[in-house]
């Protein structure tokens, strides 16, 4: 990983997790991000697709040979944090990730997972869409099941399947970083924290 190994490796060595009201009672929080999840960590780029939860990485100089996740449960932020709240202008929705050992990657990429694959989009989170962004969604919907049941049947199923929230990022499924963006956090909340991150999203590398 990079040089900071020691300071994020897992252990018992870190001072208290820091709970939502230790935040707001606290001046002057400011939140170290894990490297890998700033995308700062030249030695290991994460590639985590949200709509299979599948994680692994890669060096930037030799993106020939994937790397496993082995910083997977080390703890997110510096000091550690019992909630982090993740926004993104891909979608509407905000994914509160908890553990109150301290949160983790894993659990970021655990809880997105579920986030995006376990719900689906109301009829009237779609109807807010244009009708061509709300035609794409559903067609790319339609694609994502037809190509996973025809592994074991055919013919596929009716194209009128659940749209589910990862449905609704289309081909921008992969994560790419964390970052603070306090006007934009306030402008989708209303308030910003040291723990609200805004996620950005890629295609495939």
Not at 182 to 205: C, E, H, P, W
Request: proline share 5%.
């Amino acid at each position: 990983m990079s040089d900071n190994v020691g300071k994020w490796a897992v252990g018992t060595h870190y001072g208290p997790v820091l709970t939502q009201s230790d935040l707001y009672l606290l001046e002057n929080v400011d939140l170290e991000l894990h490297p890998v999840l700033a995308s700062t960590d030249g030695s290991f780029q994460l590639i985590f697709n949200i709509a299979t939860g599948q994680t692994s990485g890669y060096n930037a100089d030799n993106r020939d040979h994937d790397l496993p996740f082995t910083a997977k449960d080390e703890p997110a932020t510096l000091p550690r944090v019992d909630q982090l709240i993740i926004i993104t202008d891909m979608s509407p929705w905000c994914t509160v990730v908890k553990n109150p050992a301290g949160v983790t990657l894993n659990d970021i990429c655990s809880t997105l997972w579920r986030e995006y694959t376990d719900n689906t989009v109301t009829d009237k989170e779609l109807e807010v869409l244009q009708p061509r962004i709300q035609d794409q969604i559903k067609r790319f919907a339609a694609g994502t099941a037809s190509s996973a049941w025809q592994q074991y049947y055919s013919p596929s199923p009716n194209t009128a399947s659940r749209v589910k929230r990862c449905d609704w990022l289309r081909d921008r499924q992969f994560f790419e970083k964390l970052s603070r963006r306090d006007n934009y956090a306030k402008q989708r909340l209303g308030y910003s924290a040291a723990n609200i991150f805004v996620m950005t999203l890629s295609q495939y590398y």
